[in-house]
Antibody, heavy 117, light 108 residues
Framework: EVQLVESGGDLVQPGGSLRLSCAAS????????MNWVRQAPGKGLEWLSY????????YYADSVRGRFTASRDDARNLLFLHMNSLRADDTAVYYC??????????WGQGTLVTVSS | DTRLTQSPSTLSAAVGDRVTITCRAS??????VAWYQQKPGKAPKLLIY???NLASGVPSRFSGSGSGTEFTLAISDLQPDDFATYYC??????????FGPGTTVHLK
């Protein structure tokens, strides 16, 4: 069974940094691209980042490019999102999602990031 | 960049109804269109991929269709478990996702 478990969400001050993790199991992690998607309170889904197999290709949404960095550790089946220069509008539930090649076919339960002083 | 709109934004329906949700793109897009269901406090769940393919375990009352700039999610014989928010999503050749704003299906 595919499982994705995010962690690392926290309350952080504006301008601060945070690293989110996503632990994957139940599939050959290294063979799949992965995505980060977030959802602000009461809002819709916003795609943030795509990281291909072996991290050979990484893409970002304009809203986070230059502030967020996606990475992966295939030896430990972990996906990361390093977030810097956090702003109030980064407050959201952050999901990792497995990429099927044309959609996100499995999602984690999400981790909440709150940016506030 | 391609933008997706969904109509209606909210929909009231009764158990047993057939409902359709439309997703329109700002330009002709590929057939890499997916639909997700999300319930409050839960992660999205993939329903349909590549316009009309049912994801694993999804009931056959869900169906997808469309091409070009207009795509549709239909739910026949609406069940109590189907009251949720639905998002369309486009996946482009640069492996980038774009989500629609969502359609919430309420109990009438």
């Amino acid at each position: 069974e595919v499982q994705l478990v995010e962690s690392g969400g926290d309350l952080v001050q504006p301008g601060g940094s945070l690293r989110l993790s996503c632990a994957a199991s139940g599939f050959t992690f290294s063979s799949y691209s992965m995505n980060w998607v977030r959802q602000a309170p009461g809002k819709g889904l916003e795609w943030l980042s795509y990281i291909g197999r072996g991290a050979a290709t990484i893409y970002y949404a304009d809203s986070v490019r230059g502030r967020f960095t996606a990475s992966r550790d295939d030896a430990r089946n972990l996906l990361f999102l390093h977030m810097n220069s956090l702003r109030a509008d980064d407050t959201a539930v952050y999901y990792c999602a497995k990429d099927s090649g044309s959609a996100a076919d499995h999602w984690g339960q999400g981790t909440l990031v709150t940016v506030s002083s | 960049d391609t933008r997706l709109t969904q109509s209606p934004s909210t929909l009231s329906a009764a158990v047993g109804d057939r409902v359709t949700i439309t997703c329109r793109a700002s330009q002709i897009i590929s057939n890499w269109v997916a639909w997700y269901q999300q319930k409050p406090g839960k992660a999205p769940k993939l329903l349909i991929y590549q316009v009309s393919n049912l994801a694993s375990g999804v009931p056959s009352r869900f169906s997808g269709s469309g091409s070009g700039t207009e795509f549709t999610l239909a739910i026949s014989d609406l069940q109590p478990d189907d009251f949720a928010t639905y998002y369309c999503q486009q996946y482009n050749s640069f492996s980038l996702f774009t989500f629609g704003p969502g359609t919430t299906v309420h109990l009438k």
